[in-house]
């Protein structure tokens, strides 16, 4: 099975960053949901909370997280900012992080009071809401017959040519071990270039003939560096 796409996710629940390799370890994509936007309670927020998050395109830099909100503002938060101890809520786990100072521009976008936080290095999970590493297959994409949705609303990680459901898989220098299958929610009707819900699709078509599932969660289990292109084996 061939790699045709990898993504990381910087800021949970913000846009897609395409990238044509990423070392991995056990936290998953190295700058995987290293960030969160969360409420004063430490409540991670998610698209299914601030549909606007999907038009938040982040870029992070060797020194600072830098934001387009919307193309309506920019925002650069220095990485050394990140200095205020916080503890993130991510579906009742909570997450070892540091808070910036509060972001004004994002509030306004937003449309809620949020603190930016950044994980802890010695954090044991990142703010994913599961498991480290989500595959989906184009495979996967095509029994669903939905010509209008694209493969970015299931937000994967990785996205494999061809068809399986595989235990293991490896690569040059990965190997994943299957978890379980991702169950979908209604993030998945909300299109990720306006952040605008869509309608019933594909949420409705995934609980009538597929169990709410599309993807696979995985683990590492060998860390290294998987990249687009590469051969995985299955066993």
Not at 189 to 199: M, N
Request: one cysteine or more; glycine letters at 10%; charged letters at 25%.
């Amino acid at each position: 099975m061939r790699i045709s796409a990898l993504y990381v996710y910087p800021v949970k629940g913000c846009r897609a960053c395409p990238v044509e390799e990423a070392a991995t370890g056990p936290l998953g994509l190295d700058d995987d949901r290293r960030f969160a936007f969360v409420d004063a309670d430490g409540l991670a927020f998610t698209q299914r909370d601030r549909p606007l998050l999907a038009t938040v395109v982040p870029r992070l830099e060797p020194t600072a997280l830098r934001m387009d909100l919307g193309g309506l503002a920019g925002v650069l938060v220095p990485l050394s900012s990140f200095t205020q101890p916080m503890s993130v809520d991510v579906w009742g786990k909570r997450v070892p992080g540091h808070a910036a100072p509060l972001i004004p521009e994002a509030d306004d976008y937003l449309g809620a009071s949020v603190r930016l936080v950044m994980l802890d290095g010695a954090a044991q999970r990142s703010f994913a809401d599961s498991r480290p590493v989500l595959i989906t297959t184009s495979a996967m994409l095509g029994r669903l017959g939905l010509p209008a949705v694209g493969m970015e609303r299931f937000r994967p990680n990785v996205v494999l040519e061809g068809d399986g459901k595989w235990q293991t898989l490896r690569g040059e220098r990965v190997v994943l071990e299957y978890s379980k299958p991702c169950g979908r929610c209604e993030v998945t009707t909300i299109d990720q270039a306006s952040g605008v819900r869509q309608g019933p699709e594909p949420l409705r078509t995934l609980n009538e003939r597929f169990d709410g599932n599309f993807g696979d969660y995985y683990e590492i289990v060998r860390p290294g560096r998987l990249r687009r292109g590469e051969e995985l084996l299955a066993a």
